[in-house]
């Protein structure tokens, strides 16, 4: 079993930058991918970025590709988003997600991920 617990979302003006960062409990965490998606009102929930078990890969849907960033480090079982260049789009609540598979294949779908976090709200006015 694995606790998502994010942290670093807020209120940042078009243009900025935040880091959302995701701690996870357990031993496995390096056992997982991990991924972060997120929900603007009104809409269905979307991928955002996910990162392979080992860190190698990565992975990003275009709309942020070259602006946001997906790190982890397993050593203290932390995954990371820095997010720069936010823009009002990118408003929504931001969720962590471990998913028991490795490669590509399955990183850009929420069915695939087994735990999620709560959620961190991330508003970005224009």
């Known amino acids: 079993q694995v606790q998502l617990v994010e942290s670093g979302g807020g209120l940042v003006q078009a243009g900025g930058s935040l880091r959302l960062s995701c701690a996870a409990s357990?031993?496995?965490?390096?056992?997982?991918?991990m991924g972060w998606f997120r929900q603007a009102p009104g809409k269905e929930r979307e991928f955002v970025a996910a990162v392979s078990r080992t860190g190698a890969g990565t992975y990003y849907t275009d709309s942020v590709r070259g602006r946001f960033t997906i790190s982890r480090d397993n050593a203290k079982n932390m995954v990371y988003l820095q997010m720069n260049d936010l823009k009002p789009d990118d408003t929504a609540v931001y969720y962590c997600?471990?998913?028991?598979?490795?490669?590509?294949?399955?990183?850009?779908?929420?069915?695939?991920?087994?735990?999620w976090g709560q959620g961190t709200q991330v508003t970005v006015s224009s």
């Open positions: 357990g031993r496995t965490f390096g056992t997982y991918s």
């Open positions: 997600a471990a998913g028991d598979f490795s490669g590509s294949r399955y990183a850009r779908l929420d069915g695939k991920y087994d735990y």
